[in-house]
């Protein structure tokens, strides 16, 4: 599969996750047992923070957002397509 996937537990943790999420992120670091908003910080057009984790406490069903950024270390900024589900 070429889309990243992650998948969290109800208190945000990353417990599962694809190749091509690292890919995405650009590591080799397990993600593992780690906050997805602290692996996936996002921001909005404005560059307001955005918590994944929120979005998707809040979601009553699929959500599909584009319109969110992920910055590299680099400062590389990217925008998102990202569908979600509770």
């Known amino acids: 599969m070429t889309d990243a996937i992650?998948?969290?537990?109800?208190d945000g943790i990353?417990?599962?996750?694809?190749?091509?999420?690292?890919?995405?992120?650009?590591?080799?670091?397990?993600?593992?047992?780690?906050?997805i908003d602290n692996i996936l910080p996002l921001t909005d057009k404005f560059d307001n923070s955005i918590s994944i984790?929120?979005?998707?406490?809040?979601?009553?069903?699929?959500?599909r957002r584009d319109d969110l950024y992920y910055t590299f270390s680099d400062s590389e900024k990217i925008r998102l397509l990202i569908t979600y589900a509770p």
Do not use: M
């Open 14 to 35: 990353i417990r599962i996750y694809n190749a091509a999420s690292l890919e995405l992120l650009d590591t080799n670091n397990n993600l593992n047992g780690h906050n």
């Open 53 to 63: 984790f929120s979005e998707l406490k809040q979601a009553k069903s699929v959500v």
């Open 6 to 10: 992650i998948s969290v537990d109800d």
